[in-house]
């Protein structure tokens, strides 16, 4: 990849956290205010694909 590639890319990536501050501005206000049950929604199932995972792994 040359050089103005990777600094084409820098700057698109650039302009796309721009693009999404407002959202994950909201995001990290929300991420305070939730409950314990809320994060234990999001965890199980993170916790399951990634024993899944690392069972398909250990079977290779």
Do not use: N, Q, T
């Not at 501005?25 to 916790?47: G, H, T, Y």
Request: no cysteine.
């Amino acid at each position: 990849m040359g050089l103005w590639e990777k600094l084409l890319l820098g700057v698109l990536v650039l302009l796309v956290l721009l693009w999404f501050r407002p959202g994950i501005k909201a995001a990290f206000k929300e991420r305070r205010d939730a409950s314990r049950d809320e994060w234990m929604s999001v965890l199980i199932p993170i916790a399951l694909v990634a024993g899944f995972v690392a069972l398909l792994m250990m079977l290779v």
